[in-house]
């Protein structure tokens, strides 16, 4: 993996919510959902909230603005939702909320996804974007996926001491282009918690 982590740099915790979308899971069933809080949490961020909602577009949009509104929470993670079938409907409720995509994110994921199950790779549609100053990652459902786009990608660019450049250290300029109030108060928020 090209990049490294430059031990000089104190490793500050991302705050996450994790919201995993599914019309058959349930907490004691939500295998994909435990594996990202137990990587998040190993990994020496805050998990601030854990929720499942069922594949409805409305509920979904409506979970993303709640934490998006959320001054404890920095980063959203969801898993499920992201294939092609009629209840997918995961990368349109982001479509709803977001102000910048990361199309590279997706891109990534699904590269990665394809030296690992070649052409099927196709079916995922992950995501990624920027809503009020908070970042958003939308993970397919499988607790393969969800592993590989942790342990490939997010344990990365969740780490402020990635380098040469991280998703992380980027957290205070996100609401640059908002009036300075709002982005000095999101960003003391963050970094008091």
């Not at 996450?16 to 907490?27: E, W």
């Not at 209840?87 to 995509?101: I, S």
């Not at 660019?157 to 000095?184: G, K, S, T, V, Y």
Request: net charge negative; charged share 30%; glycine share 8%.
């Amino acid at each position: 993996m090209p990049g490294r982590i430059d031990e000089t740099i104190p490793f500050r915790p991302v705050a996450i919510a994790l919201l995993t979308i599914s019309d058959t899971r349930d907490l004691s069933t939500d295998r994909s959902g435990d594996l990202l809080a137990e990587r998040i949490t190993s990994a020496g961020h805050r998990l601030v909230e854990r929720a499942i909602v069922k594949d409805d577009l409305e509920a979904i949009v409506q979970r993303l603005r709640d934490w998006i509104e959320d001054p404890r929470i920095e980063v959203v993670i969801t898993t499920g939702g992201t294939g092609v079938t009629g209840r997918d409907v995961t990368p349109e409720a982001l479509a709803r909320v977001v102000e910048k995509r990361i199309p590279g994110f997706g891109e990534l994921f699904r590269m990665l996804s394809y030296a690992k199950i070649g052409t099927s790779c196709l079916q995922s549609r992950a995501d990624a974007g920027v809503a009020k100053g908070t970042y958003i990652f939308c993970l397919p459902g499988s607790p393969g996926a969800c592993r590989d786009g942790w342990d490939e990608i997010l344990a990365f660019q969740l780490d402020i001491r990635h380098r040469p450049c991280n998703f992380a250290e980027l957290l205070p300029r996100l609401r640059e282009h908002e009036a300075p109030a709002r982005a000095e108060d999101r960003s003391n928020n963050a970094s008091s918690s």
